[in-house]
């Protein structure tokens, strides 16, 4: 996030650093103290603190700015700051502008947050439709070698083609599918959808959601801690029985890989992974 020049620049430079910048093309209509009308650019970042416009109206430094951050579906949130840099890139015409959030109460603070983590959510969720849409590109098997498996026992609902739905039990999962165990004989090749809830008790190894205060050596600052706690929500996907491994506590065993999931789950199960490693290694200390 951009700041003031001088001393107070100083202390805000080492906050530039240290605040997650969200990437975003979005238009905006801004008003500006003075100016009689809204100045219509568009939003290419954001921050907890702060935010970058880019504008073909010129404007001076220190000048109060408003807008209001409108996503479909999400409330709006109105924002207030002051343009503390000005810019002029070679490669376009206009200006790009660095505002300094100020005045923003907490619960307008709090909603900021949330959706600048909403959007690192979807944004990653892209990244993995990209990952997955790469891997497809380059065969399942490639795939399969390089999602990571984490060892877990969950129930998974199972519904074969044109048959009934049964209750079976995973035994470890990825990316890029799981290891199920069942009672019913499954043809190789053969299409099935998956119903299951990733298991919610790893979760406690992350830290609880919060806004706390710490101190640096530019000042107190406000640091936003995510809500990695939150449970997982059960998934449908698709998938395909890939392989018949050998039966396991009594029941048949299947490798199966999912054919449609999409990115916002590839990256639950990927914090869940994630959240059992962790478990692990605090569990071999």
Partial sequence: MLRPEGARGAEQR????????????????????????PVYG???????????????ILLDRDRIVEFTLHRPGRAEIALRG???????????????????FEELDAPAQDALAREIVEMQRRAAAARA??????????????????????????????RPTNRSANVGEASDVSA??????????LPVGSEIELRFTLPNDVLSVYPKAEDRVEISPFGQRRVHIPDNRRPFEEMTVRGRVLARLEPAHGRECYGVGFTDIDGYQREEIARFA?????????NTR
Wanted: proline residues 4%.
């Fill in 42 to 56: 568009t939003l290419m970042n954001i921050s907890e603190s702060g935010c970058r416009v880019r504008s073909l």
């Fill in 82 to 100: 002051r343009v503390v840099t000005r810019v002029t890139p070679h490669s376009d015409a206009g200006y790009e502008y660095g505002v300094s």
């Fill in 129 to 158: 439709e990209a990952r997955e849409a790469e891997a497809a590109a380059g065969g399942e098997g490639n795939q399969r070698r390089t999602a990571v498996r984490t060892v877990a026992m969950f129930p998974v609902r199972y």
């Fill in 274 to 282: 994630h959240a059992a490693q962790l478990v692990k290694l605090r």
């Fill in 14 to 37: 080492g906050n530039q650093r240290r605040f997650f910048r969200q990437s975003i093309e979005l238009p905006v209509a801004v008003s500006v103290r003075g100016l009689p009308a």
């Fill in 176 to 185: 890029g599918g799981l290891r199920l165990l069942c009672g019913d004989a």
